[in-house]
């Protein structure tokens, strides 16, 4: 049984960070390429950045210099570094195993 389980949303000011976990199992994690999607309010969910077997990563220009993914295989994690976060930010954060399977997601809002 696969299982994503996000962590580390919140809410914070407009120029903050955060940084997400996802912690996978019932899949060989290092098999996968592992993203990061996002779904804000009355939109479609969208492509953040992804990160491959071999760490080539690839970001969406809408958070690309701001926003980091990384992976370590021996924790079965991938993260989202999230800096100068902007209110547009605001959404639903998911980690999926190339697009296969999808857990429940963590919240990040961005407001002063």
């Known amino acids: 049984q696969v299982q994503l389980v996000e962590s580390g949303g919140g809410l914070v000011q407009p120029g903050g960070s955060l940084r997400l976990s996802c912690a996978a199992s019932g899949i060989i994690f290092s098999s996968f390429v592992m993203g990061w999607y996002r779904q804000a309010p009355g939109k479609q969910r969208e492509f953040v950045a992804h990160?491959?077997?071999?760490?080539?990563?690839n970001y969406a220009d809408s958070v690309k210099g701001r926003f980091t993914i990384s992976r370590d295989n021996a924790k079965n994690t991938v993260y989202l570094q999230m800096n100068s976060l902007k209110p547009e930010d605001t959404a639903v954060y998911y980690c999926s195993p190339s697009s296969l399977y999808w857990g429940q997601g963590t919240q990040v809002t961005v407001s002063s």
């Open positions: 990160i491959t077997t071999r760490g080539t990563t």
